[in-house]
């Protein structure tokens, strides 16, 4: 497995592979791998010839008050994960190489990008739409795998490509949980054991009203609330619990299309999200 870690190495092994027709999947990471991101590998291998996994904390997706220097960081763990999951190639750039002092060019995503996460993380997806988009020219992927952990960032990177015509394809993989149904996340590692025994109230929520729909309810009130009451009576703080359209990203009253149902909660300073796909 090789590390690369500056642009240099990453264009020239590029090069190399698109010279010999292989096709290159990317599965773009911030680190401090767990077996959500390992779901990701196992998918872009399955659809390529060689697969690099991209580590990078990405300051342009950080807000001025959020977590940016304590973001967990285990790189030499990363490394033996992804030796392990045969990865071929890691890319693990310095944000100086990755950012010229003078940056100035940003892609921006203008419509689902406004609500859930963008609302409450201004500049939030603009980061990620720029960094994502680098680490496709980058790697020369034919294919990238987003998990629905992240439900609006896949749904918003599908955006990006369809308008910018990105010749990459955009796969979504599963969201991977832990036994106990907390949705797998580098964040949980800030969760003291009282508050990740509370954040365990935001997916047995979610499974509350998947339940529901799947019992047919349609209306979003009891869907939400059901969220709401588990949350709150766990002592959760709630950003936002949401019914949305799948499409739009707008909320929706009635789940009478593909909806999102999509949550993000505090736990003591741990901001969670999680979220189930109504089909
Ligand atoms: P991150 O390192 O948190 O930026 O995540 C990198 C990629 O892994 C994103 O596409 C995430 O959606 C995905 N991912 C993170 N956690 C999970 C999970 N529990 N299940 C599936 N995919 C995940």
Known sequence: MKILRS?????????????RNLRIALVPTMGY????????????????????????????????????????????????????????????????????????????????????????RPGHFRGVTTVVLKLFNLSGCSVAVFGRKDAQQALIIRRMVRDLNVPVQVVFAPLVREPDGLA????????????????????????????RYRAGVREAAPLLAVVQESISAAGGKIDYVALMDQDTLRPLAV?????????AAFFGQTRLIDNVFLE
């Open 184 to 211: 797998l996340s580098s964040r949980n590692k800030y969760l003291s054991p009282a508050e990740r025994q509370g954040a365990l109230s935001i997916s047995r929520g979610i499974f509350q009203a998947e339940e």
């Open 33 to 120: 791998l767990h077996a959500g991101h390992l779901s990701l590998v196992h998918i872009a291998k399955a659809q390529s010839d060689r697969v690099i996994v991209s580590i990078f904390v990405n300051p342009a997706q950080f807000g001025p008050n959020e977590d940016l220097d304590r973001y967990p960081r285990d790189f030499d763990r990363d490394e033996r994960l992804c030796a392990e999951a045969g990865v071929d190639a890691v890319f693990y750039p310095a944000a100086t190489d990755m950012y010229a002092a003078d940056h100035s060019t940003w892609v921006l995503e203008d419509s689902l990008s406004q609500t859930l996460c963008g609302a409450s």
């Open 255 to 263: 789940a009478d299309r593909p909806a999102l149902l999509a949550v």
């Open 7 to 19: 642009i240099e190495e990453i264009e020239s092994l590029r090069s190399e592979w698109q010279s």
